[in-house]
């Protein structure tokens, strides 16, 4: 299936595709691209890191070109699942919305006719056209919504890491308590803290 992973800044989103990356890399039933279009804002910035990272020839560098590139993947690659990863898809998104979706159409459309999967990563506009049944990833991608981590959450952050390298925590794990409450069980700043 397709997803779009949401969530605020420095929340995991990218480091949470750039595992599944990983795993996708090493499954033989899957062919993974990623993309980061976080410095992307125009379909030439797009079409031109596509060409660029993907290694892959686009007969023309348009939202059309894109979907004649990506039509034949599938016969480069027999018998796998193509998983198109996109990072931080906001300013492209947005400018594909005011252009009137040519490229994102075009995405529903690969995923509803070849073995081609999505899953995008974003924040405010990548949240706001998921709620839009206007636009086209409306009740296109199971989204999945990143936040604070709980406390247990936080707790093993802390903790587990530790252990591993075989330090024991003072205090009875007053330390870690004191870490997440500074934190707030937000995992940027989890970690941040706990490698200082």
Same mark, same amino acid.
């Given at each position: 299936?397709?997803?779009?992973?949401?969530?605020?800044?420095?929340?995991?989103?990218?480091?949470?595709?750039?595992?599944?990356?990983?795993?996708?890399?090493?499954?033989?039933?899957?062919?993974?691209?990623?993309?980061?279009?976080?410095?992307?804002?125009?379909?030439?910035?797009?079409?031109?890191?596509?060409?660029?990272?993907?290694r892959?020839?686009? $007969? /023309? =560098? *348009?939202?059309?070109?894109?979907?004649?590139?990506?039509?034949? @993947?599938p !016969? %480069?690659? $027999? /018998? =796998? *699942?193509?998983v198109?990863?996109f990072?931080?898809?906001?300013? @492209?998104? !947005? %400018?594909?919305i /005011?252009?009137?979706?040519?490229?994102?159409?075009?995405?529903?459309?690969?995923a509803?006719?070849?073995?081609?999967?999505?899953?995008?990563?974003?924040?405010?506009?990548?949240?706001?056209?998921?709620?839009?049944a206007?636009?086209?990833?409306?009740?296109?991608?199971?989204?999945?919504?990143?936040?604070?981590?709980?406390?247990?959450e936080?707790?093993?952050?802390?903790?587990?890491?530790?252990?591993?390298?075989?330090?024991?925590?003072?205090?009875?794990?007053?330390?870690?308590?004191?870490?997440?409450?500074?934190?707030?069980?937000?995992?940027?700043?989890?970690?941040?803290?706990?490698?200082?």
């Amino acid at each position: 299936t397709n997803f779009a992973i949401v969530g605020g800044r420095k929340i995991g989103k990218t480091s949470i595709l750039a595992r599944v990356f990983q795993l996708l890399q090493d499954a033989p039933e899957y062919h993974p691209f990623y993309l980061d279009c976080q410095a992307i804002q125009s379909y030439e910035g797009f079409f031109e890191a596509v060409d660029t990272m993907w290694r892959v020839a686009l $007969p /023309a =560098r *348009t939202p059309e070109g894109f979907r004649r590139m990506a039509t034949e @993947l599938p !016969a %480069q690659y $027999p /018998a =796998r *699942t193509i998983v198109m990863l996109f990072d931080e898809i906001d300013g @492209l998104l !947005a %400018q594909d919305i /005011a252009q009137g979706e040519p490229l994102f159409r075009i995405l529903r459309a690969l995923a509803h006719e070849l073995p081609i999967r999505f899953v995008f990563c974003g924040e405010k506009v990548l949240n706001a056209s998921l709620r839009d049944a206007n636009l086209a990833l409306f009740n296109f991608c199971n989204p999945m919504t990143l936040s604070y981590l709980t406390r247990d959450e936080a707790r093993r952050v802390v903790v587990d890491p530790m252990q591993e390298m075989d330090i024991v925590l003072e205090e009875d794990g007053d330390l870690a308590d004191q870490i997440i409450t500074l934190a707030a069980c937000h995992p940027n700043i989890v970690q941040y803290l706990c490698q200082k």
